[in-house]
């Protein structure tokens, strides 16, 4: 091995789209993400929002974007979300899939992703959902970034830290083997302000996350406590302070 100590240096091997990032002893794996598959459904026809159920108060669509926004005048009573139901009565639940769709939104608040979610009743507002969630958030300071898998209404709260390959064993503890990405490298990364890509792909009790064309999350969960198998798809907008935020070309393909 080759070291340096005092400074990160860079050790390339393009195999696979994969090449390693030393600092002294710790390795960032760099893992580009692949190809789009063939076969991608649109979720979001780009004018309205049909195929969605939500607070229509607080969802919109704006310039061919789905907008969610909270105001002092509107508010969210707990956290809310917009809720992909497809063309039937009930919400379509989804396996393994992988998902793509852009976003972007304010510092004043976060937002979320939620995948193989429950949509709950009898709470604050109508539009409840628990389960996986890829945090959204335009900060750039770790840990509380956008990409993280949060445990939303769940036992697990954040299940994997941003830049993480880690495992959850079968009594609910974690284990990290790898690092994929570190704070210097996220900073060049998000797209603060601006439009930022998502993949995320969902096979058994393997979850991967993809920011802007780089893998930032693998999370394997052996925890029969908090793993999901299954369900629906919605896009969250937080309680507390004022907020708006922003997603397009939302897509799926399932399995």
């Not at 379509?92 to 769709?101: A, P, Q």
């Not at 969630?133 to 769940?154: A, L």
């Not at 390959?165 to 302000?193: S, T, Y």
């Not at 993809?210 to 406590?225: E, H, K, S, T």
Request: hydrophobic share 35%; proline share 3%.
């Amino acid at each position: 091995m080759v070291r340096i100590y005092g400074s990160m240096f860079l050790v390339v091997l393009f195999l696979c789209g994969i090449h390693e990032v030393r600092a002294d002893e710790m390795t960032v794996e760099v893992v580009a993400v692949t190809p789009e598959p063939s076969g991608m459904k649109p979720l979001f026809n780009g004018k309205d929002l049909t195929g969605w159920v939500g607070d229509s108060r607080l969802w919109s669509v704006r310039d061919g974007v789905v907008h969610g926004e909270t105001t002092e005048k509107n508010p969210t009573s707990g956290n809310t979300f917009l809720i992909y139901n497809g063309s039937g009565d009930m919400p379509e639940e989804f396996g393994d899939f992988e998902l793509r769709l852009s976003f972007r939104c304010n510092a004043t608040n976060n937002s979320g992703i939620q995948y193989r979610s429950e949509w709950l009743t009898e709470r604050k507002n109508d539009w409840v959902l628990a389960g996986y969630q890829h945090e959204v958030r335009n900060e750039i300071d770790f840990p509380s970034v956008s990409s993280f898998i949060y445990d939303e209404k769940g036992k697990g709260k954040r299940l994997c830290y941003i830049g993480e390959k880690c495992i959850r064993n079968a009594k609910g503890e974690k284990e990290v083997a790898g690092m994929l990405v570190d704070e210097p490298q996220f900073q060049k990364l998000f797209n603060l302000d601006g439009w930022n890509d998502v993949v995320i792909v969902a096979e058994g009790n393997h979850i991967r996350h993809y920011l802007n064309g780089r893998q930032v999350i693998d999370f394997v969960n052996n925890d029969q406590a908090t793993v999901r198998e299954k369900g629906v798809i919605g896009l969250q907008l937080h309680a507390g302070k004022s907020m708006w935020t922003e997603f397009k070309d939302i897509r799926l393909k399932a399995e």
